[in-house]
Every structure is written in C-alpha cells, then in structure tokens.
C-alpha cells in the first residue's frame, strides 16, 4: 500500500534547514524536544508543528526573519489562498 500522505511545503522547508545545517531528522526532532517519527509526520503532513517547536528551530539554527516567516506561515492555520499571498510577499 502506497504512502497517502506527500511531503507538505512546511515539510520540504524543514528537511532543507536539515540538509542545509547537515543534520538528520533524529538530531532535529531532539533540538525541538520531539521524537524523530513526530518530526517525519510534521513533514508528511500526519501532524501540525507547534508555535513552540518553530520557535526553537528558528532560534537554534539561527534562521532569518524571512526563513522563519515562511515557518510560521506554513505551520499556521490559515488557509493555502492566504499562505501563498503571505508567501509571496515574503519573496518580494
């Protein structure tokens, strides 16, 4: 049985921080105080990311207002229409 659940946008911008900081899921999900299958279902879409849990990956990997903006935008409950316009302006 396949997979149902794809990389989410949140999801892909989490494993880029990763591969950018050259750090495995199991040593970020520890950073955030999480186990490395929580952080897996945060990037498959299984499961929403806490403001806290943003919070420390922002702080920790020391990530530019823009960078965590887009965290915070994707992780929030706004709907896609309103994210990608957030998104957007972001990249202007």
Not at 6 to 24: A, F, N, S, W, Y
Not at 36 to 59: P, V
Not at 64 to 87: F, G, N, P
């Amino acid at each position: 049985m396949k997979n149902k659940h794809k990389v989410t946008p949140l999801g892909t911008l989490l494993r880029h921080i990763r591969l950018d900081h050259e750090v495995t899921q199991t040593q970020m999900a520890k950073v955030i105080g999480i186990c490395s299958n929580t952080l897996c279902n945060i990037e498959f879409g299984r499961q929403g990311m806490s403001i806290e849990h943003a919070e420390k990956i922002i702080h920790y990997y020391k990530l530019d207002h823009r960078l965590a903006c887009r965290i915070a935008v994707l992780r929030s409950d706004l709907d896609k229409i309103t994210q990608e316009k957030i998104l957007k302006l972001l990249e202007a």
